[in-house]
């Protein structure tokens, strides 16, 4: 190809490689929603958006029926006399949203004893299987580890 001046000029195209696609899709969270709700409405379930704003599930104890900021670094909750992850907690308030974004306090005490021992068999298994991360909160699972060490003495 020549230019105005009349000067050969060679052209040279790269092969340009795709640098994100999938491999950012399976990290972004809107890519993540999305996939959760394709499979979910595959499977004739439904999904319910919940905003965090309005439910605040992270401040709520259904116990005391009131809202009490938390900072981010406590991992676990005091609710009703147990000690709780506050992620775990939180997710446990969004299944028992209403849908005027508000918990249903009902539903939360019904479900709570349930929850309670959903979360003990996590912590048995994550200490059966030594695996320790720090955002669970690793004061739930040192106390989760003396209790089971009590119990075996006892027996």
Same mark, same amino acid.
């Given at each position: 190809?020549?230019?105005?001046?009349? &000067?050969?000029?060679?052209? &040279?195209?790269?092969?340009?490689?795709?640098? @994100?696609?999938?491999?950012?899709?399976?990290?972004?969270?809107?890519?993540?929603?999305?996939?959760?709700?394709?499979?979910?409405?595959?499977?004739?379930?439904? /999904?319910?958006? /919940?905003?965090?704003?309005?439910?605040?599930?992270?401040?709520?104890?259904?116990?005391?029926?009131?809202?009490?900021? /938390?900072?981010?670094? *406590? &991992?676990?909750?005091?609710?009703?006399?147990?000690? /709780?992850?506050? *992620?775990?907690?939180?997710?446990?308030?969004?299944?028992?949203?209403?849908?005027?974004?508000?918990? *249903?306090?009902?539903?939360?005490?019904?479900? @709570?004893?349930? @929850?309670?021992?959903?979360?003990?068999?996590?912590?048995?298994?994550?200490?059966?299987?030594? @695996?320790?991360?720090?955002?669970?909160?690793?004061?739930?699972?040192?106390?989760?580890?003396?209790?089971?060490?009590?119990?075996?003495?006892?027996?």
């Amino acid at each position: 190809m020549t230019d105005r001046t009349g &000067r050969k000029r060679s052209i &040279r195209k790269f092969k340009r490689r795709k640098r @994100f696609g999938g491999s950012i899709l399976k990290h972004a969270p809107s890519g993540f929603l999305s996939t959760i709700k394709r499979k979910v409405t595959a499977t004739c379930g439904i /999904v319910i958006d /919940v905003s965090a704003s309005k439910l605040k599930a992270s401040q709520y104890d259904h116990a005391s029926d009131s809202y009490e900021k /938390v900072s981010l670094s *406590d &991992r676990e909750k005091m609710i009703d006399g147990h000690i /709780v992850q506050r *992620d775990c907690y939180s997710s446990f308030i969004i299944f028992h949203a209403t849908d005027e974004n508000k918990p *249903d306090r009902e539903g939360c005490l019904k479900g @709570f004893k349930k @929850f309670l021992i959903c979360q003990d068999e996590l912590i048995k298994e994550m200490i059966h299987d030594n @695996f320790s991360n720090p955002n669970f909160g690793t004061k739930l699972i040192n106390t989760k580890k003396q209790q089971l060490q009590e119990e075996s003495a006892a027996a």
